[in-house]
């Protein structure tokens, strides 16, 4: 077998849900360097044109779709029309995904519907879209972002766990239920990432310091600091790779050695 070989992703068609910037497009463009060639979506023409001319600029040809990942008709359309002019998909990762940090008996039932709605729900909804077209083609690889919060909670972010943990457990089942026909279903758990999503947690403070937030996290991470999108690249080139065809139903976690930490010992 040649090692290297199956690590390469050529003439592979990958769909990462909400790539626009963030994890997602660093894991697109991880994808496109292994000779993939990219779809992606984001919910508005704004954020599409930004995607577009920084995916040129790395001499990526990404085709882009506005599609709310939470709709199952949009989801469909987008599907169909991948499969019609790119290609069947091979490798799917489910990425898009909010945050709403807010104390519980202060989060509206609303705002925690809306957090499951679209970390939880919709990779449900794009994973039951592209699962047909795995099983014609006899193979598929689906990979769902989770979290730390698959495993810990903290305060303020009980609909993000119970949809990171709800994610974890999908992953597992999915696994589970396609494993046969030979769809690989797996789960990466970044730690503390630096993207848009974590920037209120790493704000320099008005009298210079840094977040406490920040500090935090630093001795919670034996790495000693916060992860980069680039971190991701070569798990999820790994894990959408012939390389783990025989990885199915596990959650690699990117975090730094965070989960493996008790944190750091007061002087
Ligand atoms: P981000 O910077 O907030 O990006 C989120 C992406 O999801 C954006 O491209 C956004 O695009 C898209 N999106 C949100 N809702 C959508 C919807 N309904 N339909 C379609 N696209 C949607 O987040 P990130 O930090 O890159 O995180 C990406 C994933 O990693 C998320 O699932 C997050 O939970 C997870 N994660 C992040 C960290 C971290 O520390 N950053 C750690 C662990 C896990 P538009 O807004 O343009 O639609
Ligand atoms: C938070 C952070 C985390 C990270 C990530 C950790 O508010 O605690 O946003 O949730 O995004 O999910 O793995
Ligand atoms: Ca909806």
């Known amino acids: 077998m040649d090692v290297m070989k199956s690590f390469s992703l050529e003439g ?35 954020h599409m044109d930004v995607a577009m001319k920084a995916y040129e600029e790395k001499g990526i040809k990404a085709k882009g779709y506005i599609c709310d ?29 909010i945050i709403k940090r807010i104390p519980m008996t202060d989060m509206s039932a609303e705002e925690f519907r809306q957090v499951i709605d679209v970390d939880l729900n919709a990779p449900f909804i794009v994973s039951k879209a592209v699962i047909p077209g795995m099983l014609k083609k006899g193979h598929g690889k689906i990979i769902n972002i989770c979290s730390m919060m698959s495993e810990l909670g903290r305060e303020t972010v009980s609909a993000y766990a119970a ?40 704000e320099i403070q008005p009298d210079g310091s840094r977040h406490p937030f920040d500090q935090f996290i630093i001795s919670k991470t034996p790495a000693a600091r916060w992860g980069n999108p680039e971190d991701l690249m070569g798990p999820a080139v790994f894990l959408a790779s012939e390389a783990s065809d025989f990885v199915n139903g596990q959650i690699l976690y990117v975090d730094g050695g965070i989960l493996a930490y008790i944190g750091k010992q007061p002087k």
Do not use: H, W
């Open 12 to 46: 592979k068609v990958a769909l990462v849900t909400g790539a626009a910037y963030g994890i997602g497009f660093a894991i697109a463009e991880a994808y496109a360097k292994a000779g993939a060639k990219i779809v992606f979506n984001c919910r508005g023409q704004e």
């Open 69 to 97: 990942v939470t709709d199952e008709a949009q989801v469909a359309d987008m599907v169909q029309d991948i499969e019609k002019t790119v290609g069947t998909i091979d490798i799917l990762v489910n990425n898009a995904g």
């Open 163 to 202: 949809a990171k943990g709800g994610l974890k457990m999908l992953t597992k089942n999915i696994a589970s239920e396609y494993g046969e026909f030979n769809i690989q279903c797996n789960g990466i758990g970044p730690g503390y990432i630096a993207t848009p999503q974590t920037a209120p947690l790493r």
